[in-house]
Structures are given as C-alpha cells and as structure tokens.
C-alpha cells in the first residue's frame, strides 16, 4: 500500500504574517493553511476545490517547496522535504512540476519558445545543441502544438496555445508530479475542453500523478479521482469522484458548493443550499467549525468544538458535527 | 410587444497597430421590458463591445461603422453627447465584473448613493436617506444603516456588486446592462447575485441584458438569450429552447464541451482551433472554419437569422443546415 | 500531425495572430513620429560628433585644450572666431567643443555608474524581498534625503576636486533614483508566473534575476536614464561652476560660465555660448526621453 504513495503531507501549516515592516509590528496571521493532512497516490488526480482564500494556491506551492510551510512536512516517495539539503531539493525539483493559472503570464516575454523550454533542460540535463533541440521538438509535438512554435516567441500565441505549451515544459524533465493551478479558469469554454483531454491523454501515457486546484467544482468533479474540499486553510472532505456526482457528500460546505454551480439543466438540479454571504476573514476565523457561522444546520457544539477529519467509509472523509448526528439516527 | 432595446445590424472596428479589428459584425437582437437577455458568447465575440457601443463609451481608437441602436424607439447612435449623458446611468445603468475598480474608494457606500438619488430625484435630505436605506435592503444587504456607513474596501465583492446593483436602482435605470458580473466572484456569491437579478426583474419590473460566457449563468437567469460569434448572433431564442435544442454548430460545440460528471472517464468533445481574433472578416459563415457540416455555401454568403420552425418565430438560426433551399 | 507514440493528439489548426512586433521596435514607430525628440536626438548627435571630432572641426586645437593666446583676448564673434575669444584669448567655438568632451562625458559617466550600481541593489531588493530588502532601501532613503548637490560638494571637496571625484560624487547621489524604480518593477514581474515556474524549473536565485528579472525591467531605466542625462550634465555644470570639476585650463561648460560671468554684461558671447550649450544639451535630452518615456507606454503610445 505505502509504495502506492507518492506524496503525503503530515499537519502542514502554513502562516502569512501581512505587512510586517522593520520598525512596524505584525498585523495579524493569516492561516492559509493549517493542519493538512493528504495522501496523493501515484498516477491519480486529485483535485482541490474551494473559494478564494481557503489556501488552495498556498497548498500547491507548498508541496513544490516553492514556499516554505510553518509548520508539518511533505513527504515525496519516502523523503521529507524540509530534511533535504539545497542539492537534493533541486535534484528532486525535476519530479515535481507546476502549470499556472495564467498562460500570459507563464512566460518570459523575452524569451523564444525554444528557450523557454530548454531552460528546465540546460538546468538540469546534460542536454545540447542537437539533442537539446530534438527533445523540444519532441516536447512541442507531444501537446499538439507544430514544431514551428519553437522559433516564436509568447504574445504570438494564444491563451489556449501557451496553456499547451506550458504543459510542454512542465514535461520536459519527466516529472512524476504536476501541480495544476486552475490551469484552465483563464480560457474559454471549448479551448478549456481541449486542454482537460491533453492532460488526461499525457496523464495516461506518461503515468503522471495530478493535484488539481480549482474554483470550478465541475471541472474538477470531471477530471478528479479523489477531491479535497478546502475552507479556511482546512480540508473539510475528501471524497472520490463518483461518490460526489452520486451525491454522497457529506459536509454542508461541499454540499452548498455542489448547489451553486449554475447548470445548463436547471431541472436536473439536486437540493439547493442557501448560505449567509458573509465573507469568511482568513486572519481572524471563527472558533470551533470555522464553517459554523454561515451553516444552515449549524448547531450549539459547532461554534465551540472544532470538529476533526474522520473516516467515513473507505475513501470518505468529513470535518463535520453531523456525522455523529446521522450515525446515531 | 415594444422592445425596450433594440440594436440592429451594428458593427463596430478598433483601429490597433496589428491592423483594423472587426469586433462587432452585424449584431442584431432586442430586450423587452421586463425581460432578462443573455448574450453569451466566448472571448472576443464582441458581446462587450456591443454593450460599450450601446452606451456610446468605445474606447478612443474604437467606432460604430454601422447599425442602429433603438432605446425607447430612439436612436443612441444618433443622439448627441448630451442626450447621451442623460441616458447614461438614468435610463440605462451598468455594471461590470469588477466592482471594486467602479466604487470610488474615498466616499462612504451611504454618501455614494445619496448623491445619485439627489441627482435624479430631487428629493429632500430624509427622503434621500430613506430611499437610499431601502435600495441597499432591496439588493439584500444585511444591517443597511451600518451598510450605509461603510467605505467600499470594508466589503467583500459580493456585497459591492449589490450597491453596485443599488446604485443602478437609484438612477431609475430601466435597463441593466449588467457585463459579466458575477465572474470575479466565488460560486456561491454568484448564485446569490443571480438570483438578486432574478427577483428585481420580478419585483421592480427591471429590464436586464446580462452578459456572460457561462451558459450555467444562462440556463438560470435568462428569458432570452443570444448566442454570439465573432461578432454576430449565430442563435437566438428562448433560453430553454436554444439550450435544449440547440442548432447551431456553435452552440452545440459550447455545450458538448462543458465538463459535466456524465462525461467523466470520457473526452470532451471540443470545437477545434480558436475564436477568430477579428483582423479580417470571414467570408461566408465566420464559424465555416470551425464548422465540422461546412458545406460550400457557407464559405460564400453569410447566412441569415432565420426561424428554426416556420411557425415559430422566436427560436432563429444563422445557419444553411436549417435554411429551406440547401437543407436536404 | 505526428505526436509521440501512444498519444493521440489533435489536430490543431488555428490562424497565427497577425503581424506582431518586438517592443523597441514599437518603441521606434511611435518615437519618430515626435518631431521635437528627433530635433533633440539631432541635437545631441551634433554635441557628440563636435566633441568626438573637435581636433579636425576647429583651426585652434590647442586653444580648446586651453593654451593662451593673450593678444586676441575679447574678440567678438567673427569669421575666424565664429563665437568670439574669451579673456585669455582662446577661440570659444573651440572651448565648446573640448568642453563638451568633459561634460558630455560626465553626464554620461554619471548615469552610468548610478545604473550600475542602482539596477543591481534594486533587483536584489525587489527579488530577494526581507532584510535584505529593507536594508537596501533604508540606504537609498538616507542617500534621497542629502540635498544632493551638497552631498556632490561634500564629497568633491573631501576627495579633492577633479573629474573622476566630481563623476563620483554625483553618481553616489543618483543610484537610488534607479534602485528604488528598478525594485518596484521587479516586484510587480514577481507577481508574473514565468519568474515562479523559473523557481518550479530549479534555476539558482542569481540566474534569475540575471535572465528572467533583469532584461524585463531595463525599458523604463533606458527612459529614466535619457531624462537623468540632461540633469547629470547641469549638475556636473554647477559644481564646475563652483570650481571642483575639471581643473584650468581644461575646458568644461560649467567653468566656462563660471569665467565668463565676470565679464558677461559687456562681452556676453563666451558665458553665453557655453550657457547655451548646457541649455540646448538639457532641452534634448528632455526632448528625447519625454518621446521615449510617452513611447513606451502602451497607453500613451501614438499610432
């Protein structure tokens, strides 16, 4: 079982401290997250939703190192991150890849296609002149994209192209890992389609491992095996795929989420659950379930017990007062 | 039924340094009162030009080349810069996605919209206040005298949105053109501003011309709606019936690409290549390239709306797969 | 299309965008449409060529360098002495055009080192962020606060005068200006994702900044440094003036006003044709980096 894991993090916490100056004090601590705990197996995706601020962004720099969390580990194949030296971080670098959310911006504007493809390479390869040159023709082709792209530079492609091309030099070292940050949340519709095939095709062929984050529970229902519901830093279910579409969740939080995508079939639509609109504040969270003030079914022992992760049945977990209620009806 | 809104045949271009852009080709479609129309469409289909170009505020290097705009049976293409001003925010209001860059930042909520009731009512100071109290409660906002008082960065985006919302309601606007305004937005709050929508038009008798690029936000909101490529309205109609059955290969691209938890385990059907950037105008059909039932005609003559069924004329098409004469 | 085996890939047709161009060359396009850049950039490029040639362009290339020649002292303007003689009697054309060479090539100099020494630490700032940062920056604010020509005299009269002292001086009050501009680029490309996924790739620190960070916040440097040429030179003409730049009988515009006041009332040709040299030089490069400044921003740019 332990060698169908990839990565595992062990109460990974992760605190901002804005605007702290040399002579000014702290402000307050903004908890993006705290106390996660997740297990990604080899070649599953799994996605991780939740709303603007609830730190699944910060989830998946962390993993990558590309920021250092509080507190907690990460553990990649039996290796814990934080234990490493300088050398082996960026040795460990080519197994772990990440795709933004923004292609625009994903690229040196300076710099040609080609370049910025074989940086990973130079970096990390011994890979030159015509070898070097095979492998990002390779790379390029593998998304779909002419080889032609290679001698262009950024503003010359369009939103969907540069998205392929980014997967393109995501793929470059033969990484076993990509984060996946709302790779699709900046295109339209149908380029966003085309993009989701690529990734399962590549997935497929290449036994990648996926962390999916994105705001769009659809996508992410569609391309997940497993999905990781994040509020406030915390992850309040995890839950496979199908158990979610077969509407098994259990959380009221995942449940409010389901009900708000707007459907093209409003008539097929489940339950519908109406939440307070008030903001949730990432530096100063409510006590107990930091859910609590804007669940419908709240009850007395939310606002003052934290309610922990537990196991509902093999894949499902839930951070919620409710499951005691309905397992002792 | 008079159209509130009606804007027919309008085109407009940008001049740019990589050449003359045709954004909005031949537009055509009308809002009724009391009546929420979607345009959908995908990036560059020119649904937000078209809203700029009602209002008459295109960017400096931006022009309507042709067409009318109707509002009230009144040319705007026409009217001149003061008629114009008139109609903005009084008659016709907008809001964008981003309802933090529309909110001046230095002024209370309260203040803010107390200046626009005096400015089109000329109500006393209670009165103002009242008003102003009742518009923030109409949009839904929780404790409106504290709302009241509250400088813009002290909300969160959802809340902004509703004064937003409000301030369209002070002016007495008959139309909201309302511009993606729920996509900045995180689902939940979205749904709570859709249905704010919904409820104004019942209750206020508001007339909304709702752009999106997410046909979910269609299916719930609209009466109508307008399908737009590159430019034009390819399809158009009933928001159940074009979502259900749809005809255009455009519109039935757009749905069979939608990830959904049916399709799971199995590709997405998507619409090859991308939105054309509008540097030239397409011959034919602009979807022709993208087609996959492209037949000659369509590369020569640009079709026409024409109603799917003869005696319907509500659900209309741009497309020769419907037109009498080449439909086999 | 042919992908690597096992994958299926799509075919993928799209139209590539039209013409584009890179970004000096629309830099270009809207520049020379500036009439008073160009007359500037002309300017300049007669300044530059008078210093660079002024052995070959004037008959008298020792009195330049600033031999005497006592017995012509005073001369107006005339065919042979185009801009008149100064109190010793050398011809003025010719002290211009050597003057020139030094404060050119000091307001030149001047920008330079305060680019080289300011782009750097404003990087790093921005890059690194933390102490590093505030250290950085607390610096730049004490060397903002001095008045800067006292700080210039300050220095100029504890190294002695002279032109290197003089260059140096004011260069030590300059670099902030860039260090503070390149370090708020820098932390807006921070926010760009191609400087993360550099990180994601495992590139080192250094090699960021040089390839990635760099070259993507030098445009507005080349424009502040255009308009900062024109006040390095008046800078370097005052502390000429005031005597601790380039020493007589060498040539400098600022000493040449400084020699010529004495007399100005009645023989105002050799203050006045260094004054107006300084004035035409400043104007220029006012001119030009105004345009260049205009021209490389999106917004303001002319089609």
Redesign the interface.
């Known amino acids: 079982m332990s060698d169908q894991i990839l990565l595992e993090t062990r109460r990974l916490s992760k605190y901002f401290h804005p605007r702290r100056g040399l002579l000014s004090s702290k402000t307050g601590t903004v908890r993006a997250l705290e106390d996660v705990n997740l297990t990604i197996y080899r070649q599953e995706t799994l996605g991780v939703v939740g709303e603007s601020g609830c730190g699944k962004t910060t989830l998946g720099r962390v993993l990558l190192n590309l920021v250092k969390p509080t507190s907690g580990q990460v553990i990649f194949e039996g290796q814990d991150l934080s234990s490493l030296e300088r050398d082996a971080l960026r040795r460990l670098r080519r197994e772990m890849q990440i795709v933004f959310q923004n292609p625009y911006s994903s690229f040196d504007p300076r710099f040609s296609m080609f370049r910025s493809l074989a940086e990973p390479l130079t970096t990390h390869t011994n890979l030159r002149g015509a070898a070097l040159e095979q492998r990002t023709r390779q790379l390029v082709r593998q998304v779909g994209m002419p080889e032609d792209a290679l001698s262009r530079y950024p503003h010359e492609f369009s939103g969907g192209q540069l998205q392929r091309l980014a997967i393109a030099r995501a793929l470059a070292l033969n990484p076993k890992f990509i984060v996946l940050d709302e790779p699709t949340s900046a295109l339209d519709v149908s380029v966003q389609a085309q993009i989701l095939n690529l990734l399962r095709n590549l997935q497929r062929h290449f036994k990648l491992t996926y962390l999916f984050i994105s705001h769009d529970l659809s996508v992410v229902q569609y391309i997940s095996d497993r999905i990781a519901v994040m509020y406030l830093g915390k992850v309040v279910e995890l839950i496979a795929a199908p158990s979610l579409v077969e509407g098994q969740a259990q959380h009221p939080y995942t449940r409010a989420l389901l009900s708000a995508i707007p459907e093209v079939h409003p008539e097929d639509k489940r339950e519908r659950i109406v939440m307070p609109s008030k903001a949730p504040d990432a530096a100063r969270p409510p006590s107990g379930c930091s859910f609590h003030p804007r669940c419908p079914f709240a009850m007395e022992i939310c606002a003052q017990v934290e309610p922990p992760l537990e196991q509902i049945s093999a894949e499902h977990w839930s951070a919620c007062h409710l499951i005691h209620q309905s397992l002792q009806n | 039924m008079t159209e509130l809104l009606t804007v027919e045949n309008l085109h407009v271009v940008f001049q740019t340094y990589a050449g003359t852009v045709y954004a909005v080709n031949g537009m055509t479609f009308s809002v009724q009162p009391g009546e929420i129309f979607g345009l959908v469409g995908e990036s560059g289909c020119g649904k937000s030009v078209a809203c700029l170009a009602i209002l008459r505020i295109l960017p400096g290097h931006g022009r309507i080349t042709a067409g009318r705009v109707l509002f009230d049976g009144h040319d705007l293409t026409q009217a001149k810069e003061s008629e114009m001003q008139a109609i903005r925010g009084r008659q016709i209001a907008m809001i964008f996605q981003d309802p933090s860059t529309s909110l001046n930042p230095v002024f209370t909520v309260g203040s803010q919209i107390k200046r626009i009731i005096r400015h089109h009512t000329q109500a006393s100071r209670q009165a103002t206040e009242q008003r102003a109290l009742e518009l923030l409660d109409e949009v839904a906002l929780p404790d409106p005298p504290r709302i009241m008082q509250a400088y813009p960065h002290e909300l969160s985006g959802g809340m902004q949105q509703r004064v937003m919302i409000a301030m369209a309601l002070a002016s007495g606007a008959r139309l909201l053109i309302a511009d993606e305004p729920t996509t900045a937005l995180d689902v939940t709050i979205q749904n709570q501003i859709l249905e704010l929508l919904v409820e104004l038009r019942r209750h206020v008798g508001l007339s909304i011309l709702l752009i999106t690029h997410n046909l979910g936000v269609v299916a719930e909101t609209c009466d109508r709606v307008g399908v737009a490529y590159a430019g034009q309205i390819v399809e158009i109609g009933p928001t159940s019936e074009v979502l259900h059955t749809m005809k255009h290969p455009y519109t039935q691209g757009l749905l069979a690409a939608l990830p959904s938890a049916q399709q799971k385990g199995r590709d997405l059907l998507s619409i090859p290549g991308s939105v054309p950037n509008g540097l030239s105008v397409i011959p034919g059909c602009p979807f022709h390239p993208r087609c996959p039932h492209v037949m000659e005609v369509c590369r020569q003559t640009p079709p026409r709306l024409t109603a799917v069924n003869p005696g319907e004329a509500q659900h209309q098409v741009a497309c020769y797969l419907y037109s009498p004469e080449t439909a086999q | 299309?042919?992908?690597?085996p096992?994958?299926?890939?799509?075919?993928?047709?799209?139209?590539?965008?039209?013409?584009?161009?890179s970004e000096w060359r629309?830099i270009w396009r809207s520049f020379r449409q500036d009439k008073l850049a160009l007359i500037g950039l002309a300017i300049i490029l007669v300044f530059i060529l008078g210093a660079a040639f002024a052995p070959l362009l004037t008959p008298y290339p020792e009195q330049g360098r600033g031999d005497p020649n006592i017995l012509e002292k005073f001369k107006p303007p005339s065919a042979a002495h185009p801009l008149g003689t100064d109190y010793l009697g050398r011809d003025v054309l010719a002290r211009v055009l050597y003057g020139g060479r030094s404060s050119l090539s000091m307001g030149f100099l001047v920008v330079v080192i305060a680019v080289l020494i300011g782009v750097p630490l404003g990087a790093i700032a921005g890059y690194l962020g933390g102490w590093v940062d505030?250290i950085i920056m607390?610096a730049t604010d004490v060397f903002m606060a001095f008045p800067s020509l006292l700080l210039a005299l300050a220095i100029a009269s504890a190294l002695g005068a002279g032109f290197t002292n003089t260059m140096i001086a004011i260069a030590v009050t300059w670099w902030p200006w860039y260090t503070r501009l390149v370090r708020s680029q820098t932390l807006s490309l921070r926010?760009?994702?191609?400087v993360?996924?550099?990180?994601?790739?495992?590139?080192p620190g250094h090699k960021i900044v040089l390839?990635?960070v760099l070259?993507?916040v030098m445009t507005p440097v080349w424009v502040q440094a255009t308009l900062d040429l024109g006040s390095a030179i008046l800078i370097s003409a005052a502390l000429n003036f005031v005597g601790l730049g380039v020493q007589p009988p060498a040539a400098d515009w600022g000493n040449m006003v400084s020699q010529g006041r004495l007399y100005f009332i009645d023989r105002p040709w050799f203050a006045g044709a260094a004054g107006a040299a300084i004035f035409l030089t400043v104007l220029a490069f006012n001119f030009i980096g105004d345009a260049l400044r205009d021209a490389a921003d999106p917004y303001l740019r002319r089609?």
């Open positions: 299309m042919q992908g690597a096992g994958i299926e890939v799509s075919p993928f047709v799209e139209p590539a965008p039209a013409a584009t161009y629309l505030e607390r926010e760009r994702f191609f993360e996924a550099a990180r994601s790739i495992g590139l390839t990635h070259p993507n089609t």
